[in-house]
């Protein structure tokens, strides 16, 4: 089955000069969650306009649902449903007007029961009389996302979603949007909140400085570039690490009451052991130990500070 998006050499440069995309090629497959991280400025709505035809690119090829995104914009951009960062409605048309007419606009038959299935999902229906301009924010964000939707798109785009949005919609929404992927709809998400992106994402890509760094299945990812982190609790404070570990990965904190120690999990040897037994000949007893995982957050400023 080919992807439900492929992008071969995008690159877009400004009249400024400034290069915002440097040759993306990027694949995303039908139904799946797929996390696009970066930081400010590093591409990630350039490259999300560009999909949906908003910003024309300067070189490559862009496909959707199997169609060109330059020579077959409009049922490039049937399949694509977008919520994009800034809220942008017909302030005095009510709730239900403005999901409708977006679904019209798309050229979809009216279809009532979808329309109020979407807008309890969303907790809208009881607001579905209200004029926009009456909601408060997070409220039109679930419009916008309502809007979105309203014509049952294949391809889901959410460019920061739950920036600055209450936990009430955080959570509505990733409900929809694992019950989207259930479906066969492909969702895109690019977020500040990486928690998210670990917990509901198939596959991440890090982009930056226009360019992408990775692409990986998020298990496979944090595998391989995930480390553990033992920490120590120490019967006494030390002011500095032992002599005998001098080099090692390791660092004192909470006034020297605690000693962590990074190391690779998947390596056949971690070191831990060998670790316990210099501080049990050091003479430094600790009372209690835990490991934990990289996060992906952990992973993210590691490849992004490694590209700098």
């Not at 290069?19 to 993306?24: K, M």
């Not at 694949?27 to 797929?34: L, P």
């Not at 709730?95 to 009532?112: E, K, N, Q």
């Amino acid at each position: 089955m080919p992807p439900m998006i492929h992008c071969v050499g995008v690159a877009k440069r400004y009249a400024t000069g400034f290069l915002a995309l440097d040759g993306v090629d990027l694949s995303i497959e039908k139904g799946e969650i797929f996390a696009l991280l970066g930081p400010n400025g590093a591409g990630k709505t350039t490259l999300i306009g560009v999909i949906c035809g908003i910003v024309s690119m300067t070189a490559g090829k862009v496909l959707v649902a199997g169609h060109d995104v330059r020579r077959d914009y409009r049922a490039a951009r049937q399949a694509i449903g977008l919520v994009p960062q800034e809220i942008a409605l017909d302030i005095f048309a009510t709730v239900l007007a403005t999901v409708s007419f977006s679904r019209r606009l798309f050229g979809r038959p009216s279809d009532p029961a979808y329309v109020e299935r979407l807008l309890k999902e969303l907790s809208l229906w009881d607001k579905r009389h209200a004029r926009v301009v009456e909601l408060s924010g997070g409220m039109k964000r679930r419009v916008m996302i309502a809007k979105a939707l309203s014509h049952q798109p294949d391809v889901l785009f959410l460019d920061e979603p739950t920036a600055g949005v209450d936990v009430n919609l955080r959570r509505d929404m990733w409900a929809l949007v694992r019950r989207l992927r259930d479906e066969g709809v492909t969702v895109i998400l690019t977020t500040h909140y990486i928690e998210e992106a670990e917990e509901m994402a198939d596959r991440v890509g890090v982009i930056d400085k226009g360019r992408i760094l990775l692409v990986e299945d998020k298990g496979a990812l944090m595998r391989k570039l995930g480390k553990r982190r033992l920490t120590l609790r120490l019967h006494n404070p030390l002011a500095a690490p032992p002599e005998a570990l001098a080099g090692w990965p390791i660092a004192l904190e909470d006034g020297g009451l605690s000693l962590t120690y990074a190391f690779d999990a998947a390596s056949e040897d971690t070191g831990v052991s060998t670790l316990l037994k210099r501080l049990a000949e050091a003479g430094v007893d600790f009372t209690d130990l835990e490991t934990t995982k990289s996060s992906l957050e952990d992973i993210f400023v590691d490849l992004i500070g490694g590209a700098a």
